[in-house]
């Protein structure tokens, strides 16, 4: 059941005020959870058991599955940031190659980006 407080109900042109009302329901509380939580809220080591449960329900978990494989990918990404920013940082005024290497790094970190999002 739904338990609602301070209610108001109407029937037949009659108001009457109730402190609580009980609203019968064949909805479980995980089924209301799994629809009204965002996948940013939930931590990294229960997203593949909410994607089941989700699933399991009938529900489409695909916010979910996005948010569990994007943490899975992060560190990849973090280390191949660091491989752009290093061929950007290192010096090469010697070969004159210095304005090459920085639009390569640049463009480099343009398509990760546009990859990632």
């Given amino acids: ?15 009457r005020a109730l402190a609580t009302d009980k609203v019968p329901t064949n ?5 209301v959870q799994e629809r009204l939580a965002r996948p ?5 080591y229960e997203l593949p ?7 399991s329900f009938g529900l489409k978990a695909n916010a979910f599955a996005m948010q569990f494989d994007s943490l899975l990918a992060l560190p990849f990404l973090l280390v191949a940031m660091t491989l752009i ?29 546009v990859v990632s999002v």
Avoid: C, H
Wanted: no cysteine.
């Fill in 40 to 44: 940013e809220t939930i931590p990294f």
């Fill in 27 to 31: 909805l479980k509380p995980e089924f």
């Fill in 1 to 15: 059941y739904w338990e609602l407080q301070d209610v108001k109900v109407f029937k037949a042109g009659n108001i």
């Fill in 85 to 113: 920013a290093a061929t950007v940082s290192m010096r090469f005024a010697r070969m004159g190659q210095s304005a090459t290497m920085i639009l390569g790094g640049v463009v480099a970190g343009f398509l990760l980006y």
């Fill in 49 to 55: 058991r909410k994607i089941e449960v989700a699933r």
